[in-house]
C-alpha cells in the first residue's frame, strides 16, 4: 500500500512539474501575442491609403521598411522607404495587370474609375 501511494505520488508530481513547464510556455506565448498585438496596433493606426491607376493600395511601415500592398491586384511590395514602395507597389501592379491581359486573362476591376 505505501509503495502504491508512492508510485502515485511521484506520477503526480511529474504531472505538476508538466504543467509548470506548460503554464510557463503559454506566458511567454502570451507576452509575444501582446508584442505582435502592439506592432500591429501601430501598424493600423499608421496605414494609409493610396489610389495607384485606380486600385487601392495599403501602404504602412513595418519594422523592416515600407509595405504596400494591393489586395484587388493581389500585389504586395517591401522597400526601404515609403516613395520606393509607392513606386515599387506601382510598377508590380502594372506588371502584373499586364501579364493577365498577355494570358488571355481580363485584369481585376478598378476599385475607383476615375
Known sequence: MLTEAHDE?????????????EADMLKTRVKQL????GLLEDALTNMEV???????VRLWQDTD???AY???V????ELD???QALDGITEDTRDMVAALVELGEA???KDISR
Not at 493581389?74 to 511590395?77: E, F, P, Q
Open 65 to 67: 521598411g515600407w509595405v
Open 34 to 37: 501582446e508584442t505582435e498585438i
Open 107 to 109: 485584369p481585376p476591376g
Open 9 to 21: 505520488n511521484q506520477r503526480l508530481s511529474c504531472q505538476v512539474a508538466s504543467l509548470k513547464d
Open 74 to 77: 493581389g500585389s504586395v511590395v
Open 70 to 72: 494591393c489586395p484587388t
Open 50 to 56: 493610396a489610389v495607384i491607376d485606380g486600385y487601392f
Open 81 to 83: 522607404s515609403r516613395q
